[in-house]
């Protein structure tokens, strides 16, 4: 039998290996730099497909709103931050809570009105739309005058409340905290759909939650931006002005700028590793357990897992909410890293599909699986542009260097990660759906000491 | 009672005119898709691309028709470049058709590997065109822009409201009616429509009786071309042609596929224009409105407007959400499959 048919411990070990050696080549042939950046987004990366295998490869779900959990977790971040604006909650602030109160009374007493009109045909419509529409009306009437005055509270500056101006760590728990309640919610009304339906639906929430980041000014600035997020390591400055850092750098003998750098990211790499190792465990630990047994089976066969008295419902429920959980943490270690909050980047192309592909190249139900396609896919997700870039160079070498046509191409060359992408897409499920490190068997699994 | 034809005036410009132009977009976009659904059975994300592929190919041709200086002004030249769009839009699915989606068809996978396949086709497309023609914003309606301009109505009627009608939102109308009534009267009344209408509701029963699936699929696919090179360079005409748009154009080409019942060609039309209509009301000021119609002393003071333009977009999800919670079947009853 070949290596690549079998799923050894060997074979794991080697894609790991070459990766890491990926890595390094970065590292010797570009720079430390960027293989340090290209290596903590791929962490980030590897926890996001790892959220997503949760749903897609152990249970099934085809959770198209990545992109809204993630940037729910990127939301916190900022939120449990950054200190908050006293002038602007002075301003506003009771009016907010005034008008969030109405929000969440006129929903509940909705959810009452529908469940006590059980089997009342068109008027339970009619009684819930009249009062989630009641509620909105009124509560516009208290938000719209504070919204007002907050957002004109030193506009250039800060405009909306801030955050709480707690720790930053703290913020990957809050992260993942916020993305599981409002997983809980969207799960609730969503999972009862079919599968691609279930996509297009959350597809389209997680749009929307964009869309209120980017136009709710007072709770998260905009498109304006909250930058200056603070950092759970030390600022290159500090490091280049104290004494031991510059005794450091010069035993180990590279510039203080770079190696304070170099120092930052290295810190950042530990941080996300060690959280990527947590969940890994964790993960582990749930898939060789009856729970995830009980998950895959629900998965293969839904009918008979429901006859067998699992409850498939709330068991998917469940999982959705685990595996949100975990893209909003990664979400808020995204923010952290990048230290500012900017709803314009969150794209489906860039926070949706491509962790699909991630997900489906590394082998889906394989927590392996799915860390590794996290690292190989952001790896040439950025190299993608050096390789487009050769790739135009070599297509464009009898047109002369001043035509235009050879300039459009080698200004448009970067998109060819999106084709690049789409081809591996492709190819893999086309010739190896079940990823570079497919999911165990079940003889595997009853093998191994778990 | 002049200004209740005011009132009406400023309704018609500020939300008939400019919904029936995008309604009419959505229209053809969802036709697309559902016809793709009720063939192939599965929900083609790649759809916004392929519109966006055929709006590139009529640009490419209507630089070509510029620069040789033809032209048929007052009407924009994309229109005399659509036969060719169509052409090669048509030529890209069958490909596709032939190295992706065929394999898939024949071992008659899960709806939801369709789906996933049907992503990478998006990605490879959305960066093919990105690749060719950039990203900027491209304006290409050459000829006349206007039909009725609003200071020209103004002083026609001598009302205080203004109504302009675009030559793009025009044609967009027109040439909608025109495909429609054609994709209608296929689907009804020739052999190979009806064939696919049986293959639609029951595969196996029509291979029983001797229809050619290949023929079927290759068809729609040909169908498909056409609704989605004609959808895409209608509404890159009348909004400007960005490659970004084209991939948040999915999703109200969704809702209103679902709105309207998915599988449903009837239902596609008219959730298009659903959710045109529904996205200018809602995001519509009424402000102007209710002061020509309500007593002086009554005018609003605020901008009466339910929720920000900002959330144009929005709406159409909020739509497909409730719609499929609601009515997962569509308003006109489309396949639940």
Not at chain 2, 87 to 93: P, S, W
């Amino acid at each position: 039998m070949n290596l690549w048919n079998q799923n050894s411990n060997k074979k794991v070990f080697l894609l790991f290996a070459i990766m890491s050696g990926a890595l390094l080549i970065v590292g010797f042939f570009q720079s430390w730099n960027l293989m340090l950046a290209i290596l903590n987004l791929c962490l980030i990366s590897a926890v996001m497909s790892l959220g997503v295998n949760l749903q897609w490869g152990y249970a099934g779900l085809f959770n198209a709103g990545i992109m809204g959990f993630a940037a729910l977790g990127g939301l916190a971040a900022m939120l449990v931050t950054k200190a908050p604006v006293i002038g602007a909650w002075y301003a506003g602030g009771f009016g907010i809570l005034l008008g969030m109160f109405i929000l969440v009374v006129s929903a509940i007493l909705a959810y009452f009105v529908w469940v006590r009109l059980e089997g009342r045909g068109k008027k339970r419509y009619w009684y819930v739309i009249f009062i989630v529409v009641i509620g909105y009306i009124i509560s516009r009437f208290v938000l719209g005058p504070a919204i007002i005055s907050i957002e004109s509270f030193e506009p250039s500056s800060s405009g909306y409340l801030g955050g709480a101006g707690l720790p930053v760590l703290l913020s990957w728990f809050v992260g993942g905290l916020l993305a599981a309640l409002v997983a809980f919610f969207i799960g609730r009304i969503t999972l009862g759909l079919r599968s691609d339906y279930l996509a297009i639906a959350t597809l389209g929430i997680s749009e929307i939650v964009i869309f209120i980041f980017k136009n709710e000014d007072w709770l998260t600035r905009g498109v304006k931006n909250v930058t200056g997020i603070p950092r759970p390591v030390p600022y290159e400055i500090e490091l280049q002005s104290s004494i031991w850092f510059q005794n450091l750098s010069e035993y180990i003998g590279i510039g203080v700028i770079q190696a304070s750098s170099l120092f930052v990211k290295l810190c950042y790499t530990s941080l996300f590793l060690s959280v990527l190792l947590i969940l890994l465990w964790l993960c582990e630990k749930a898939l060789n357990s009856p729970w995830g047994r009980m998950m895959r089976a629900i998965r293969d066969n839904e009918t008979a897992a429901s006859a067998m008295g699992k409850n498939v419902t709330s068991r998917h429920l469940q999982i959705f909410v685990i595996g949100s959980a975990i893209v909003g943490i990664a979400g808020a270690m995204l923010v952290t890293l990048d230290g500012q909050f900017n709803p314009t980047i969150y794209h489906p192309l860039r926070f949706t599909f491509l962790i699909w592909v991630m997900v489906i190249v590394g082998g889906s139900g394989n927590n392996f699986g799915a860390i590794l396609g996290g690292f190989i896919v952001w790896f040439f997700w950025i190299e993608a542009e050096i390789i487009g870039n050769a790739l135009v160079q070599i297509l464009t070498l009898p047109l002369s260097d001043s035509s235009s046509l050879k300039e459009h191409f080698l200004n448009t060359a970067p998109q060819l990660r999106l084709l690049i992408m789409g081809l591996v897409l492709l190819l893999f499920l086309r010739f190896a759906p079940r990823g570079l490190i497919p999911e165990k068997t079940l003889s595997k699994l009853s093998k191994s000491p778990n | 009672m002049l200004d209740y034809i005011n009132a009406i005036t400023l309704l018609a410009n500020y939300i008939i005119v400019p919904s029936l132009a995008y309604g009419s977009q959505l229209a053809l976009g969802a036709l697309g898709i559902t016809m793709v659904y009720a063939v192939l059975r599965f929900s083609n994300f790649a759809h916004g691309e392929i519109m966006s592929f055929g709006t590139m190919i009529s640009i490419f041709i209507v630089w070509l028709f510029q620069s040789i200086g033809i032209s048929i002004n007052p009407l924009p030249t994309a229109l005399l470049a659509l036969p060719l769009s169509i052409t090669a839009t048509i030529i890209l699915l069958l490909i596709l058709d032939k190295t992706v989606f065929r394999y898939y068809q024949k071992q008659r996978v899960q709806p939801v590997t369709f789906m996933i396949v049907s992503v990478g086709v998006m990605f490879f497309l959305a960066g093919f065109i990105r690749f060719l023609i950039g990203t900027s914003k491209k304006n290409f309606d050459d000829g006349e822009r206007f039909i009725v301009k609003a200071s020209q109505f103004k002083q026609m009627t001598g009302l205080a409201e203004g109504l302009s009608i675009r030559t793009t939102q025009a044609i967009t109308v027109i040439v909608t009616i025109l495909l429609v009534i054609f994709i209608f009267w296929f689907l009804n009344k020739t052999r190979t429509g009806k064939s696919m209408r049986a293959f639609s509701d029951n595969e196996d029963l029509a291979l029983l009786s001797g229809i050619n699936p290949e023929r079927v699929i290759i068809i729609t696919w040909i169908l498909v071309g056409v609704l989605a090179s004609v959808a895409g360079t209608l509404y890159g005409l009348d909004k400007g042609y960005k490659p970004f748009v084209y991939l948040q154009l999915v999703l109200p080409i969704f809702a209103a596929a679902i709105v309207g019942g998915v599988g449903n060609p009837i239902g596609a039309v008219a959730g298009g224009y659903i959710i045109a209509f529904s996205e200018a009301f809602i995001t519509f000021a009424y402000k102007r409105f209710l002061t020509y119609l309500l007593p002086k002393e009554w005018a609003p003071d605020g901008l009466v407007q339910i929720l920000s333009t900002e959330y144009k977009f929005a709406i159409s999800f909020v739509l497909l959400v409730i719609v499929l919670l609601v009515r997962p079947t569509g308003l006109f009853r489309g396949k639940t499959l």
